[in-house]
């Protein structure tokens, strides 16, 4: 009964964190001192077609006003419709948004596939130069600028040493061959059976997601082997080990089995963190996703595509908070 | 446990997957990196952003077009001759019989009529292009008609310059489209906006296949076209950042690359795989002087700003290659434009202007800009520059559109200002530069003096003159005396014109760059 409880209590606090999201972004859209009119209109309007459509917009109503119109057009799922694309914004959305989350998740793949077992390996060999070699990896990893190392990257991998493809979501003669039914390529190429286009598709996410996912692989594996470390020197594990386990069960059953639980918060809020849309990187591998949409609309004043995108941040946010919750009381049998 | 050799081959396993990765486009297929996050629609109509209006410029024919050559020559396009009434209102557009859409149905007068009617009813940006010639949505119908499929006719308010009606509608929102498609894609009373916004139903060269806002957009070859264009295919990709364009293009992955930076430029040239064109732009880059601070109402305070500027140290310095020196208000490649630059860096001469006015100490000033560059590192330049003369300026650094906000709301002292003419006649920057005739906050012309709250009844009166002045070689030399008085007593120091640069990898031809984005051409395009 008290897990129902905790669970319904984790769904209540879903609506009340995302009408504060709302208030606070659509307040924020409201006070920052640009004229979102001259986004439509453009600077050279006419003042009658400036004055027309600030009074279309509502511009000219008080500001709860505004508010209370705003959330009832959230309420009927209308977003609004963006300057900068001429769509509604939740059309966007659904084309910007499966970018991202199919490059964050293939990023996030790396980042723990590789960064959990460097972090035990670090852990179990501490002092050793194996130790120090993947310490000075993980912290050139996390304090190299993205940018650069995506760029390096580009230049190593795509320029030199030409195994990877050029930036783009997909290559030139594959582009528009497979209908978007989800809008991740790599499962709408699967669907279509278009396995050329699927390996093509592949190719292209393999650069973008390791840069992603080396930056990312470096915070996990760092926080893994703190984890690692102290666990290694609690007293279960000697208990273990004096009762003539082996290496590997002592450390991935039991010492690795008692920091699961904080290591899924750092893993969740990583992946919330790459959901979000790594600007930079979708910039200079010119990938569609939702940190690129945010950051022109934020730069063009699209503010109706601004709220949009932060709601859905927020909302991913949300959503992986409450698995991370669920996942507790899966993990920790303290919590059940 | 993972074990060292397993993390030693994580590189080579990646390699061995991927195996070298060849890169070249297909041969009847032409790539172009480019920015085009500004495409907000591709319906001529509508569009007025740069991307757009390029784009529409290749996909729509108008009735006609001035010559790349001389563009004070105009040339028929859809309209094989034109003639005007004794008292120049009423124009009569013989439409050629050869020309179709990309549907093969063949280009009349009624298409023409109702493209220039949409301009106006719609009443999207561009609008006004076309609308400045008195029509109305209630008028439109009845003042642009087609008398038969080949005869168009055009009643205009009242008599105008000859050549200035004609560049207006050789604008991209004078595109013409098929009235039957688009009309079956109307929703609403949209007069198919909508759709066009993504689609084309034109007779230019070009055909919109596809287009994703921010990603790219595809243009098959029109192959109803009298000379549709030898490559099949047109990609136009966004790509954000100048580097990844050059390395693009380097590896075969782009054909063209068209915003690369200074450094970038250097590149391309001195690599004899490329091609790198350059062509003066109608885009200038200019400080504005807001008259209602004191210091500013005062024309020995304006001219001593803009003799503190050094005008080519900010080009070879700063902008070298993608701008150059300009201070007439006429860009390079427009009919009168000017390339006098009667102003240098002479901070001296500032100095003793300043004094001359009341300000023996110089005077303090805030100073608005973009923080993109180059707009930042111009300021920091001004800044410096005009310390020397005794000006001392703050500088505000912001996201641009809150500069403009500023600006258009004349909250500010200086500030860094872009124009770009909207059409190809003189009237479209006089307009904004000279003409001011309210200047009180409740006017409905706020043009580029509006924004300086500086209004010169002699200037706003020859401009509204010069617009209506047949005879060509006298408007010329109006609008040349303009920009001279202009630079002598008016609130802006024009400092920059943009060059237009693109990249092409050898043996790419038949691009070319134009002063305004719709007069950039895709036409002939071709590899080898």
Known sequence: ????????????????????????????????????????????????????????????????????????????????RSVMTSNSVGTDIARFFPATLELATAALLIAVLLGVPLGVYAAVRQGRWVDTVIRVVCLSGHSIPIFVLALLALLVFYATLQWAPGPGRQSVVFDGMVDQRTGLLLLDCALAGEWEAFWDALKQIALPALVLGLSNMAYIARMTRA??????????????????LSAAAVVWRHAFGNILVRLLTVIVLTYAGLLEGAVLTETIFSWPGLGQYLTGSLLNADMNAVLGATLVVGLTYVVLNLFSDLMYRVLDPRVR | MPTRRALLATPLIWASAFGPVLAETPRDTVVMAKRIDDIISLDPQESFEYSGSEICGNVYDKLVNPSDEDPTRIDPMLAESWSASEDGRTWTFRLRGDRRFASGAPVTAEDAAFS???????????????????????????????TDDRTLVIEIAERQAPTFLLYCLSASVGGVVEKRVVLSHAVGGDLGNGWLRTNSAGSGPWVVRSARASEAVMLDANPAHP???????????????????LLLLQRGDADIARDLLPEGVRTARAD??????????????????????????RPEVREALRWAIDYRGIEANLVADTYRAHQAFLPVGFPAAMTDTPYRYDPARAR?????????????????????????????????????????????????????????ARQYQLAISLWGSDYLDPHSNAQTFCVNDDNSDASTNRTSAWNCAWADADLTARALAAVKEADAARRVAEYQAMQRDLMARGPFAIMLQEIGIAALRRPLAGFRQGPLSDRTSYAPIAKG
Not at chain 2, 131 to 136: L, N, S
Not at chain 2, 279 to 296: D, I, Q, Y
Request: charged share 20%.
């Open chain 1, 1 to 80: 009964m008290s897990r129902i409880r905790a669970l319904a209590a984790a769904l209540a606090s879903v609506p009340i964190t995302l009408f504060g999201l709302i208030l606070i972004t659509f307040l924020i859209g409201r006070v920052v001192p640009i004229d979102p009119v001259l986004a439509i209109v453009g600077d050279r309007a006419p003042q009658d077609v400036v004055a027309r459509t600030r009074l279309e917009l509502g511009l000219d109503r008080p500001l709860p006003e505004q508010f209370i119109r705003y959330v009832g057009q959230l309420a009927h799922g209308d977003f609004g």
């Open chain 1, 227 to 244: 984890f690692m470390l102290e666990s290694l020197q609690g007293e279960f594990v000697i208990t273990a080990k004096a009762k003539g």
């Open chain 2, 116 to 146: 220039l009617q949409r301009a106006v009813i719609l009443n999207k940006s561009p609008g006004f292009i076309i609308a400045q010639f008195g029509f109305t949505r209630d008028n439109v119908a009845d003042r642009i008609r087609a």
């Open chain 2, 227 to 245: 000379q549709p264009p030898r490559a099949r295919r047109l990609v136009i990709r966004h790509v954000a950042d100048p580097a990844v364009q």
């Open chain 2, 272 to 297: 004899p795989r490329f091609e790198v064109l350059s062509e003066p732009k109608a885009s200038l880059v200019l400080l504005s002087m807001n008259t209602r601070h004191p210091a500013l109402a």
């Open chain 2, 352 to 408: 003793a202007l300043l004094a001359g006015a009341g300000f023996p100490d110089g005077i303090d000033l805030t100073f608005d800009h973009a923080s993109s560059s180059p707009r930042a590192e111009i300021a920091q330049a001004l800044q410096a520059q005009m310390r020397e003369a005794g000006i001392r300026l703050t500088l505000q650094a912001a996201e641009g559109r809150q500069v403009l906000t500023k600006v258009r």
